[in-house]
């Protein structure tokens, strides 16, 4: 038996009538052609993703290399994250987004295939009474399937399928991003209450110098060696001192329970945490932990979840274009019909099947006051809406990212600097203060090197804490992390080589 592509190629004899498959080919011809036009070229702006884009997250999604990846930091910071992860609104919101994303793609895919429905009825009838003649009753029973299927003749379907199919990729993103940016603000919360325990520690120790000052002064004025002034502003001072630590633990306290918000792990449990973490007792000194910041390949801007959604977003645009593109096109449907019946009559049964192909129907829109037309209209100015979104989004990550070196450079050349800084001020404190109880310096002098020293001590700190942040900030601009193994020198802190950002 030849087949139909194989028939084409054979000579038909004179006069012969054309086979119908034959007919309906060369019908059929012109829309095939026509839909070739409907997608139009594929949108260029969007930027290839790496190859190291897996699901399509860096570190392959794993919940491992989240612990992994901050650990290298902070074992206790870690934890944290993982605890905030798990009870985040913002990550549980962008799950259902995932689900939504995942149901909107099966119903896109759902329409490429046929419809089936099954029907059962049961119907009793009696004819008309004739001549006194009651006619017998006639119980009549049918079980059938019904079946439809719109053949997508110019691919909308197809179109609108794969549109949902980029929307789902960029929700699986936008679930990353939020973790990224839970894990960045559980790190940022953290450093500042290490800061803030840093210069707590720093205000008591203040405080109880104030207080000691204070209390060999109103000795010596009870001695008759110290005016009543003198006392008078060493109670001052000590009582500015304890004020001041009073206020830093608060302070402490407020970070503490942001913390708690943040992981919903309770009070005592996280206080108890914190306090036997090995950096509670962190000092003053220069954070020699995070190594500058050499260079960031650009490559890994690709990376970020908002523009990988970004550029999602573009493809679904264009998509949707041609989706509809299409329904200003013919739609050809074919339908069919299976059953079963069964009728009964005064204790006789007849038995008998239908079924039926078709019709195969070709509908052509002729006129729909130009809605089909603003339809289209409407989805290229999406389209162009989501490429200019596509190209702020990449300015907005370069910003971002360029932001963030700039402050790790900035706080790294200024570390030296500010230890250098807060150990003269420490030594002239230090001599200020052997003067003072050797009765060559007066206690205005002490207070005045005083305070120098707690402002240089409290810099040191706050510069610290700005450098922990702008790491953090780095981290976040780069959607989490980056590969280091194709970069020159070490990147920003602690970063294990690995194969990008954490989840």
């Not at 009825?121 to 299927?149: D, H, I, K």
């Not at 919360?189 to 205000?203: F, G, K, M, P």
Request: aromatic share 4%.
């Amino acid at each position: 038996m030849r087949t139909p592509e194989s028939a084409l190629c054979q000579p038909r004899p004179q006069g012969s009538p054309r086979p119908v498959w034959h007919r309906l080919t060369i019908a059929l011809l012109p829309l095939s052609l026509a839909a070739c036009a409907v997608h139009g070229p594929r949108p260029t702006v969007a930027t290839p993703v790496p190859p190291q884009w897996q699901a399509p997250l860096p570190h392959q999604g794993s919940v491992v290399e989240l612990g992994r990846w901050w650990r290298q930091q902070d074992p206790l910071l870690a934890e944290l994250i993982l605890a905030a992860d798990s009870v985040s609104p913002t990550v549980a919101s962008a799950k259902s987004n995932i689900e939504q994303a995942r149901a909107a793609r099966a119903a896109a895919s759902a329409a490429l295939l046929p419809t089936l429905d099954a029907s059962a009825s049961v119907s009793r009838s009696r004819g008309a009474v004739f001549n006194r003649m009651v006619p017998p009753a006639t119980t009549t029973a049918q079980l059938g399937l019904q079946s439809s299927w719109e053949i997508d003749l110019f691919g909308g379907a197809a179109a609108s399928r794969g549109a949902e199919q980029q929307r789902l990729q960029g929700s699986q993103a936008l679930w990353h991003s939020a973790r990224v940016s839970v894990a960045a603000e559980v790190a940022t919360q953290y450093h500042s209450l290490r800061a803030c325990e840093q210069l707590l520690a720093v205000a008591r120790a203040d405080a109880a110098s104030r207080a000691e000052t204070a209390r060999l002064t109103d000795l010596a004025t009870k001695a008759g060696f110290q005016a009543p002034a003198t006392a008078a502003l060493a109670q001052a001072s000590a009582a500015e001192g304890r004020s001041a630590a009073t206020a830093q633990a608060a302070q402490c306290d407020i970070d503490i329970k942001a913390l708690v918000a943040l992981t919903a792990l309770p009070e005592p449990e996280l206080r108890n945490k914190l306090a036997k973490s090995p950096t509670a007792a962190a000092d003053t000194r220069s954070d020699d932990t995070l190594a500058p910041v050499i260079s960031v390949p650009a490559v890994v801007l690709s990376q970020r979840p908002d523009i990988f959604n970004a550029a999602r977003e573009v493809d679904a645009a264009h998509l949707d274009v041609g989706s509809a593109r299409a329904e200003r096109y013919p739609r050809l449907s074919l339908s069919g019909s299976i059953a079963g019946n069964r009728s009964r009559t005064d204790g006789v049964s007849q038995r008998y099947n239908t079924w039926s192909i078709g019709p195969l129907q070709l509908t052509v829109p002729l006129f729909d006051g130009g809605a089909s037309a603003a339809n289209v209209e409407a989805a290229k100015a999406r389209y162009e809406n989501a490429t200019a979104q596509y190209r702020g989004s990449v300015r907005q990550a370069v910003r971002e990212v360029e932001e963030a070196l700039v402050n790790l450079q900035s706080t790294a050349d200024r570390s030296r600097d500010a230890a250098i800084a807060a150990d003269g001020y420490r030594a002239s404190f230090a001599g200020t203060e052997a003067r003072y109880r050797s009765g060559l310096a007066s206690l205005v002098e002490l207070e005045d090197a005083r305070r120098t020293l707690l402002a240089a001590q409290g810099a040191l700190v706050n510069l610290q804490r700005e450098r922990r942040v702008a790491w953090v900030s780095l981290y976040r601009a780069l959607g989490g992390g980056w590969t280091a193994d194709n970069t020159e020198g070490p990147v920003a802190g602690n970063a294990p080589k690995t194969s990008g950002p954490v989840n």
